[in-house]
């Protein structure tokens, strides 16, 4: 088992890297916003951070277990039937995707 | 018109409570479907720790220090074999440089305290960032942003702090819960089309991850990210000129 030491200074290393990737690019962006890419940026990336952020969970939890590929594609489908079709509740939609996916994994 | 005469002082303070109130319980209610995929992923985050022979105060330690999820269950299986710090610091980088994007779009500018500000950008989180770019601009308000990073944060060290409860009393772990957060992401993907018709980003960010994950599918977010950046700087380019082009037209 690793020292107490050894964790601390993962728990400070690991607090001062992500805080300082989160919190340097506002100071930068501070001084460039209003500009025209800054702005043109801001509304071009959400939905693409989005689908990326979507495929790569979707890659992870299929390399997880590749058996359930199948289940795991038929979830996708769920979630996002259920949303189109029952008004965007978001609650409703993740925890029906996720009932399929789990239920089928663990059942099969 | 008039309320624009009225001196500073005067504008915000009779609304300001009630408003308040029902901003934070909105904050509380976007952060429900956040907390669906975070409250299970903390309960496997506590498992897991308990599992690899560590402490348990790891799990709400490393929590609060990292507040980043897919980050914290990979690190487990590092420290556990007491990998050298450098790695460590590696993967952070590596895994973590996504949020450096999140700041273009990110509405920090709504925080004004100094402390809530510090606080918004260090709970920066995925689903924090998520939840926020699927709202409409007019819908977004400093105490709702917070509410939802807050409860969050709770749900996280909450569940972790469950996982490690847990620990060896459960026979088998329930396979497949971590899909609710890929789940999350596909419901804020099509809210976010449907608030701002980006297809174009929505391509773009559909090649960089496709491409991402046949060449380096280990780290296929980083590449992917990198990749949609880099896609989006021509695109910046060619509208740039087109205005131009169409205002000299014009």
């Keep these: ?108 | 018109m008039r309320q624009d005469v009225l001196p500073h002082w005067a504008a915000p303070t009779p609304t300001t409570p009630t408003t308040r109130r029902i901003q934070i319980a909105q904050g509380i209610r976007d952060s429900f479907s956040a907390g669906l995929g975070i409250f299970p992923l903390g309960i496997a985050l506590g498992l897991l720790i308990i599992q690899a022979g560590l402490p348990w105060w790891l799990a709400p330690a490393l929590s609060l220090a990292a507040f980043a999820g897919s980050l914290e269950l990979l690190l487990v299986g590092m420290v556990a074999t007491s990998a050298p710090l450098a790695a460590v610091a590696l993967t952070v980088l590596v895994v973590n440089f996504r949020h450096v994007f999140y700041a273009f779009s990110f509405p920090l500018h709504l925080v004004k305290h100094p402390v809530a500000r510090a606080y918004a950008v260090y709970a920066m989180i995925d689903e924090a960032y998520a939840v926020n770019a699927s709202l409409p601009e007019h819908e977004r308000s400093a105490p709702r942003l917070l509410a939802m990073q807050i409860a969050c944060e709770a749900y996280w060290v909450g569940g972790g702090l469950v996982g490690v409860a847990l620990g060896a009393a459960l026979p088998a772990p329930i396979k497949g819960l971590e899909f609710a957060l890929c789940a999350l992401f596909i419901v804020l993907t099509l809210d976010a089309f449907r608030s701002r018709k980006e297809l174009p980003s929505l391509l773009l960010a559909g090649a960089s991850v496709a491409v991402a994950l046949i060449l380096t599918p280990g780290m296929a977010m980083f590449t992917a990210l990198l990749l949609f950046v880099g896609l989006l700087l021509p695109r910046h380019a060619v509208t740039a000129r087109r205005t131009v082009q169409e205002a000299a037209g014009a």
């Design chain 1, 1 to 108: 088992m690793p020292s107490t030491s050894y964790l601390v200074a993962v728990l400070a290393i690991v607090f001062s890297i992500t805080l300082a990737l989160r919190a340097v690019p506002f100071a930068v962006l501070g001084r460039l916003r209003g500009s025209a890419i800054v702005r043109r940026l801001a509304v071009w990336m959400p939905v693409g951070i989005l689908a990326i952020l979507a495929v790569t969970a979707l890659h992870g939890t299929v390399t997880a277990d590749v058996h359930g590929t199948w289940y795991a594609l038929l979830a996708v489908a769920v979630t996002a039937g259920v949303h189109l079709a029952f008004g965007r509740r978001t609650i409703l939609s993740v925890g029906a995707g996720t009932a399929v996916y789990v239920v089928l994994l663990n059942a099969l």
